[in-house]
Structure formats: structure tokens, C-alpha cells
């Protein structure tokens, strides 16, 4: 991207750029990986960037960095439980990491990554109305790596992107319910089917031939569902 854009033309053209990505990758984790990608290419003095969402207890749920040194360095934040990345997500502001030498808000954290080549930081939230849902952030190899620039564009960007992000997980969550429900509702009707074949097969009751099946099932050990398709399918109690 040009340097010479004008903030508001510059971050007219990513908004669009990450509007893209977000909107075509099919999955949330495709779409956070797209994200932290065009955020490490974005922001001049950028060693690497990375994007995580986060459930109400500070969890992952999904996580990208663009490279190994970042993916180490967010997994050091996690694993320890601190770090600028978790406080721009609980405290939903933006914090700069001037120096990792100097800085001590993180005392465990700032000395793990001493062999990495990370000097500087910025972490800002993914905030949408309901609060914060992760964070993006970006490291630079040199002590305050990043200018003023840098952090408002990161701090724009993070707004459209925490929207599209939000949505995506939506549509996942959607998904996979719609998915449950598709799978719930095929074994309530396998196992239907297996009960009316019983009641065939031994001249019993609708409730003779249920107790059957969910005791042939216990003690061969295979779930409910399976043995009833297996039935289906020909097999034997």
C-alpha cells in the first residue's frame, strides 16, 4: 500500500481489503488468518501481526499469527497468562509496548520472549457493542516501532473487522447447530426405523422391541444410533 495515502484513503482501501477477506473466507479461522496477514502488510515496521478471539474468560477460540516468531511469542501470553495482547482484550483499549526491556506490566511474560527479536508492540481490541471479542496486535523488532500513524490505523481497522468477525462467528455458530440438529434428528429417525423393524422381526411391542435394541446396544457397546443403522442396513441384534 502506498505510503503517501492520506490516513482516511488509506484506510478506506483496507477497510475494503479486509471487508473482502473477511466476507469470502468460509470459516472463522480462515477469516482470522486473512485478517492478521493484511494487518502484518498494512502497518509500516511490522516484524509480524497476529489476530486471536476470545470467549468471556479470556480463552482462545481462535487464533492466527503470521509467523513462527509471533505464533511464540501469543502462545507465551497465554500459556502465562499475561501480556499486552490479553490487557488491550480485558481492559478493550489499546496498549503500546514501547520496549520489552524496559516495560515491567508484564514481569513473566517480557522476560520469555528475551531471545525473540521483539522490542515494541501494539495491541489493540476487536470491540463490537456487546463488548470485547479478541484483539489485534503487531510487533516491531525495534524499541518504539510503531508512530502515531500506526496506531490510529490499527485502532480504525479494528472496528469494521471485530463487526465482520462477530458475524462470522454467527454464521459458524449457526451452522454447526443447524448441523446438531440435522444429526439428531437422522439417529431419532435410524432409530425409529430399527424399532419397527424389531417389531417385525419378533412380533412385539413398539416399547419390547425399544428395550431390545437399547440392550442389544449396551451390550455390544456401540451407540444407539449406529446399532440402529446397522439393523437398517440388514444387520443382526
Not at 513473566?108 to 463490537?128: E, G, K, V, Y
Not at 449457526?174 to 417385525?200: F, K, P, V, Y
Request: with cysteine; hydrophobic share 45%; glycine share 6%.
Amino acid at each position: 500500500m502506498p505510503a503517501d495515502l492520506p490516513l482516511a484513503d488509506e484506510l478506506a482501501a483496507l477497510t475494503v481489503r479486509i471487508a473482502d477477506l473477511l466476507l469470502t473466507h468460509e470459516t472463522v479461522d480462515e477469516a482470522v488468518s486473512a485478517l492478521a496477514q493484511a494487518l502484518k502488510e498494512s502497518v509500516p515496521g511490522a516484524l509480524g501481526a497476529g489476530a486471536s478471539l476470545m470467549d468471556t474468560r479470556g480463552r482462545r477460540t481462535s487464533t492466527a499469527a503470521t509467523d513462527p516468531t509471533i505464533l511464540q511469542a501469543d502462545q507465551l501470553q497465554y500459556d502465562l497468562r499475561q501480556g499486552p495482547c490479553l490487557t488491550a482484550w480485558a481492559q478493550q483499549a489499546t496498549v503500546k509496548m514501547v520496549d520489552s526491556r524496559t516495560d515491567h506490566r508484564w514481569p513473566a511474560w517480557t522476560r520469555a520472549i528475551t531471545d525473540l527479536p521483539l522490542r515494541s508492540a501494539i495491541s489493540t481490541p476487536l470491540s463490537t457493542p456487546d463488548g470485547a471479542i479478541g484483539a489485534l496486535k503487531v510487533y516491531s523488532p525495534i524499541p518504539d516501532g510503531f508512530d502515531s500513524k500506526a496506531i490510529r490505523l490499527i485502532e480504525l481497522l479494528a472496528r469494521p473487522a471485530a463487526l465482520m468477525l462477530a458475524n462470522a462467528q454467527a454464521r459458524d455458530a449457526a451452522e454447526r447447530l443447524s448441523d446438531g440438529l440435522i444429526g439428531a434428528l437422522g439417529a431419532r429417525d435410524a432409530i425409529g426405523t430399527a424399532t419397527g423393524i424389531i417389531m417385525e422381526r419378533l412380533h412385539v411391542s413398539h416399547d419390547k422391541a425399544l428395550a431390545t435394541l437399547i440392550s442389544a446396544s449396551r451390550r455390544r457397546e456401540v451407540a444407539l444410533h449406529q446399532l440402529s443403522r446397522d439393523i437398517i442396513a440388514g444387520g443382526e441384534l
